[in-house]
């Protein structure tokens, strides 16, 4: 992977990154409103691919498909950070020859209960960046160590 700082990853960093990772940030339109879930995935090819239970997630994705899924990471040796965002289509993978495929994938739940849903998202957009972490001594401002009143 390249590691220039403050830089725009390739498609190819943005997967290399994917996967690296096991856990990212599903986020869906659920009920009129943004939500966002963790959960533990694997690449399978140019897609991402999760396991889960039937509820939020999944009755999100069956209204509408179009998700997004993002990880990201801050690297303390080199003092950088990174972000991929993946936008798609999400659709449940019912196809018996396609659940026989997906099996062979390390998609195992972290969490217990009945995960019998699984879900691959398709990209239609792979973005990334890597960028040194700022100082944060570089905000402080005239009033930053002045005391403060406690919260109530």
């Known amino acids: 992977m390249n590691v ?3 830089m725009v990853l ?7 990154y994917l996967r690296a990772s096991a856990i990212g940030r599903l986020a869906v339109i ?3 409103a943004p939500e966002i879930f963790p959960v533990n995935y694997s690449v399978e090819h140019s897609a991402i691919v999760f ?12 209204a509408r498909p179009r998700v997004a899924f993002e990880i990201d990471e ?18 449940e993978i019912n196809d018996p020859e396609e659940l026989r495929e ?3 994938l390390d998609v195992s739940p972290w969490q217990g209960g ?3 849903r699984f879900i691959r998202i398709i ?3 792979v973005s990334g960046r890597r960028f040194p972490v700022t100082d944060p001594s570089a905000w402080e401002a005239p009033l930053s160590h002045v005391a403060r009143a406690p919260r109530e």
């Open 4 to 6: 220039e700082s403050n």
């Open 102 to 104: 997906t099996v062979g």
């Open 51 to 62: 396991r889960s239970a039937e509820g939020g997630k999944v009755d999100a994705i069956r």
């Open 74 to 91: 801050f690297e303390p040796a080199t003092n950088t950070a990174w972000s991929v965002v993946i936008k798609g289509i999400a659709k």
């Open 123 to 125: 990209a239609e957009e």
């Open 10 to 16: 390739d498609v190819t960093d943005c997967w290399s």
């Open 114 to 116: 009945a995960k019998n």
């Open 30 to 32: 659920g009920d009129d």
